[in-house]
């Protein structure tokens, strides 16, 4: 079946370092792709999204990018900082409202 | 503006109860999620509505478990009679346009 799946299961980077975090989908028509932050014992936050009109979004210090070629996704953490040590999801919109959430990237930063 | 709100934000019951699991969702917000989350199968959407219809059911588990929507500010999950393998963290999220947000979602341990 169609799935979104993450490269990289953990991710270990140093405080005030850029963070890269990736995503591959399989399912074309997708049009709508979320990244979310959970933290431990917290519900998955909210970061940044984007539709598949685009291929790059920024945010504060996040930026998204959209490779509908090759089906990826990535996530962009400008000067990591302890505070974002968490569980990074991507999700995409396939059917209808349903989001498929991947698997989980944990990034860990070091001080 | 308040997130999504749930409650009990714990559950501990024993094999064979009922458990009825609650959410408020953002106010204004037209979809609301119900997802379930455990380490083996990862976040996974249980039920979704659209203005309080129940649009996509697929992935809810069994006949054990039910969700209502009575009007826009309020939703349950039900489980009847619970299992421990009913055992995982339950999400609620709502949505308008972008999204959803979720809320810190509801650990429910069945003995």
């Known amino acids: 079946g169609e799935s979104v799946g993450l490269h990289l299961p953990t991710l270990s980077v140093q405080e005030g370092d850029n963070s890269i975090i990736n995503c591959a989908y399989s399912?074309?028509?997708?049009?709508?792709f979320i990244w979310y932050k959970q933290e431990s014992g917290k519900g998955p936050q909210f970061i940044i999204d984007i539709r598949s009109n685009m291929d790059k979004r920024q945010g504060q210090r996040v930026t998204v990018l959209l490779n509908k070629t090759v089906k990826h996704l990535s996530l962009q953490i400008a000067a990591t900082q302890p505070g974002d040590s968490a569980v990074y999801f991507c999700?995409?919109?396939?059917?209808?409202?349903?989001?498929?959430f991947g698997e989980g990237t944990q990034l860990t930063v070091n001080p | 503006d308040a997130g999504v709100i749930q409650s009990p934000r714990h559950e501990v019951t024993e094999m064979g109860q009922e458990v009825t699991l609650r959410c408020k969702p953002i106010s204004g917000h037209d979809y609301l999620f119900w997802y379930r989350q455990t380490m083996m199968r990862g976040l996974e959407l249980l039920i979704y509505f659209n203005n309080n219809v129940p649009i996509d059911d697929s992935g809810m588990p069994e006949d054990r478990f039910s969700a209502k929507m009575p009007n826009a500010s309020f939703s349950t999950l039900k489980i009847q009679p619970s299992e421990p393998r009913d055992s995982a963290v339950y999400f609620c999220?709502?949505?308008?346009?972008?999204?959803?947000?979720f809320g810190p979602g509801t650990r429910l341990t069945v003995t």
């Open positions: 999220a709502s949505s308008l346009g972008q999204g959803p947000y």
């Open positions: 999700a995409e919109k396939t059917s209808g409202s349903r989001l498929t």
């Open positions: 399912n074309s028509a997708s049009d709508y």
